[in-house]
């Protein structure tokens, strides 16, 4: 068992005193709600990238009872960009909850605060460390690289003895009197001197005793037991234009981009060249009779998923006729900059060639 008393707390504190210059904006904050807002958007997202989303956000909803009562739509416009977009489906579904059934209390235990929507174990410890000094560890990817390497820990970290493994360890070394401002100390350790790649080992205060140091291992821990598969996809999208419109739909549940807009789909297993789009029985059942005009198609655009490589092309199709598209409903160009849409499709339409020439 550790303490905090440890070699390894003191310096990690003394280091956080001394030398830590890492500035964001939420650092030293006790307002669970922007802790909390802070913790939603940086799960699965870099600081760096973060960080002006996190500003904005605070800046249109200063409280949750604005937030909890904003347009589904305008949050997730002003979430677009950032992906996992279950995220902010949680984060409204937060907000509403808290504004009315609790009449906008925040909620002030580690079990309360870990029961709502979109919150795990390490954001609902982040929580309550940070906003009501509450001594719970906070374990995330950088507690767990600075912790195996440290400590020469070769238990891979996604396995389940592993997490149980390294939460009882973080939790040992604690120091429970200023829980907040440990937790934080160790995740800038880890994003600014234990770094993934390039460790500053060279100015580690605690490389005379760090197992990985010692032992040549620092490039090899953390250790992971499962790698991702990652699948390939291939997206067409359709846009059809009519009377200086064109026609999107809400995308549903159970796949990626859920909520968020998007033109008329067809996934295929590559591009597909204009003869056979012509072709397509989908694209015929759509049309019907009347004649319609394939005036451009895109150049191929891709975008990096967790799991998966989206690959595709819009294909913008002239139609002299309504379109047969139950589901979807026909937008104006000022109409359509309202919409929130997936990075993969904001980048087609962020395109000066295509903003110039659409419609």
């Given at each position: 068992?550790?303490?905090?008393?440890?070699?390894?707390?003191?310096?990690?504190?003394?280091?956080?005193?001394?030398?830590?210059?890492?500035?964001?904006?939420?650092?030293?904050?006790?307002?669970?709600?922007?802790?909390?807002?802070?913790?939603?958007?940086?799960?699965?997202?870099?600081?760096?990238?973060?960080?002006?989303?996190?500003?904005?956000f605070v800046a249109k909803f200063p409280s949750i009872e604005q937030l909890a009562a904003a347009e589904e739509i305008t949050v997730f416009k002003l979430w677009e960009g950032l992906g996992y977009y279950t995220r902010c489906k949680n984060l409204i579904?937060?907000?509403?909850?808290?504004?009315?059934?609790?009449?906008?209390?925040?909620?002030?235990?580690?079990?309360?605060?870990?029961?709502?929507?979109?919150?795990?174990?390490?954001?609902?410890?982040?929580?309550?460390?940070?906003?009501?000094?509450?001594?719970?560890?906070?374990?995330?990817?950088?507690?767990?690289?600075?912790?195996?390497?440290?400590?020469?820990?070769?238990?891979?970290?996604?396995?389940?003895?592993?997490?149980?493994?390294?939460?009882?360890?973080?939790?040992?070394?604690?120091?429970?009197?200023?829980?907040?401002?440990?937790?934080?100390?160790?995740?800038?350790?880890?994003?600014?001197?234990?770094?993934?790649?390039?460790?500053?080992?060279?100015?580690?205060?605690?490389?005379?005793?760090?197992?990985?140091?010692?032992?040549?291992?620092?490039?090899?821990?953390?250790?992971?037991?499962?790698?991702?598969?990652?699948?390939?996809?291939?997206?067409?999208?359709?846009?059809?234009?009519?009377?200086?419109?064109?026609?999107?739909?809400?995308?549903?549940?159970?796949?990626?981009?859920?909520?968020?807009?998007?033109?008329?789909?067809?996934?295929?297993?590559?591009?597909?060249?204009?003869?056979?789009?012509?072709?397509?029985?989908?694209?015929?059942?759509?049309?019907?009779?009347?004649?319609?005009?394939?005036?451009?198609?895109?150049?191929?655009?891709?975008?990096?998923?967790?799991?998966?490589?989206?690959?595709?092309?819009?294909?913008?199709?002239?139609?002299?006729?309504?379109?047969?598209?139950?589901?979807?409903?026909?937008?104006?160009?000022?109409?359509?900059?309202?919409?929130?849409?997936?990075?993969?499709?904001?980048?087609?339409?962020?395109?000066?060639?295509?903003?110039?020439?659409?419609?």
């Amino acid at each position: 068992m550790k303490n905090p008393e440890s070699y390894f707390g003191i310096q990690l504190l003394k280091w956080n005193k001394l030398f830590n210059q890492r500035e964001m904006p939420w650092k030293g904050e006790k307002d669970p709600y922007k802790i909390w807002l802070s913790e939603i958007i940086l799960q699965q997202t870099r600081v760096d990238q973060g960080l002006d989303y996190y500003n904005r956000f605070v800046a249109k909803f200063p409280s949750i009872e604005q937030l909890a009562a904003a347009e589904e739509i305008t949050v997730f416009k002003l979430w677009e960009g950032l992906g996992y977009y279950t995220r902010c489906k949680n984060l409204i579904a937060t907000a509403k909850y808290i504004a009315i059934e609790l009449q906008g209390a925040f909620p002030t235990t580690y079990d309360s605060i870990l029961a709502l929507k979109g919150i795990g174990p390490y954001t609902a410890a982040a929580i309550a460390s940070f906003a009501f000094n509450l001594p719970y560890a906070v374990v995330d990817g950088n507690v767990y690289r600075v912790l195996s390497r440290f400590f020469g820990i070769d238990t891979p970290i996604d396995t389940t003895i592993g997490k149980q493994l390294y939460n009882t360890l973080a939790n040992d070394l604690l120091y429970k009197k200023m829980p907040g401002v440990y937790n934080q100390a160790l995740m800038d350790f880890g994003a600014t001197i234990c770094k993934p790649q390039l460790p500053a080992c060279h100015t580690c205060p605690m490389r005379k005793k760090c197992d990985a140091y010692k032992n040549n291992l620092v490039s090899t821990l953390p250790i992971k037991e499962k790698s991702i598969t990652k699948k390939i996809r291939w997206l067409n999208y359709l846009v059809f234009e009519h009377n200086e419109c064109v026609y999107v739909r809400k995308r549903g549940a159970k796949d990626i981009w859920e909520n968020l807009y998007e033109f008329k789909l067809i996934e295929s297993v590559g591009a597909l060249p204009i003869e056979k789009l012509k072709q397509l029985k989908e694209i015929k059942a759509i049309t019907g009779n009347q004649t319609f005009e394939i005036n451009h198609i895109s150049a191929i655009y891709k975008q990096q998923l967790t799991h998966q490589t989206i690959y595709g092309q819009f294909i913008r199709v002239k139609l002299t006729q309504v379109p047969n598209l139950t589901g979807f409903k026909k937008t104006s160009r000022i109409d359509l900059l309202q919409l929130p849409f997936p990075k993969f499709i904001s980048n087609y339409l962020k395109d000066k060639n295509v903003s110039l020439n659409l419609f």
